[in-house]
């Protein structure tokens, strides 16, 4: 992975400055940030699954809908499920999206706890830019493990270590240890 790869991965940018983290620039640009709410390239997670997994950050992918690291972790193996559907709102997801959805973030909690042995998690989707969602357009579900601690100071330590090779080895990892299929 390449600094100038990094405009094709996807994430939820969190209004924390990175300036320190070169591969950033590129968001800090604004060209990872859909410049509409149109589906297709200019949406990164319409854009990710199209990439292979290592470039596009993916850990697991399932019928309806996939699970890949967040570009922008608020903390160490931070993931998002999303459906492959292009749409917003938690009430426009068909029964399919919504159990499958609910089955691999439980399966992320699993593998998540087998791999890093997290403390706690959070769960959840903002819905709307008001509530904080950065690519509003398209639904996801954060994962976001948590260690005791944690917040006391991994937004000021922990952050700048979120470089692209950190995210590839900890897909690596992840995907090792999602059950099922060859990753
Ligand atoms: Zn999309």
């Given at each position: 992975?390449?600094?100038?790869?990094a405009g094709d991965l996807a994430?939820?940018?969190?209004?924390?400055?990175?300036?320190?983290?070169p591969h950033r620039m590129a968001y800090i640009g604004g060209e990872n940030k859909p410049a509409d709410a149109a589906a297709g390239h200019g949406?990164?997670?319409c854009r990710a699954?199209?990439?292979?997994?290592?470039?596009?950050?993916i850990v697991a992918r399932g019928r309806t809908s996939y699970v890949l690291l967040n570009l922008y972790p608020y903390n160490g193996g931070h993931l998002l499920v999303c459906p492959y559907r292009h749409v917003a709102d938690y009430t426009e997801l068909e029964q399919a999206e919504v159990v499958e959805i609910a089955d691999l973030t439980r399966t992320?909690?699993?593998v998540l706890r087998a791999v890093s042995g997290p403390d706690g998690f959070n769960l959840g989707m903002n819905q709307g830019a008001v509530a904080g969602a950065g690519i509003a357009a398209h639904l996801h579900q954060h994962v976001v493990p948590r260690w005791g601690g944690d917040a006391n100071f991994l937004p000021i330590v922990g952050r700048t270590r979120a470089l692209p090779e950190l995210l590839a080895d900890?897909?690596?990892?992840?995907?090792a240890a999602w059950p099922g299929e060859d990753h």
């Open positions: 992975m390449t600094v100038e790869d994430g939820v940018p969190d209004g924390f400055g990175r300036l320190w983290v949406c990164p997670f699954p199209e990439l292979s997994d290592e470039d596009g950050l992320a909690m699993t900890t897909r690596t990892r992840l995907a």
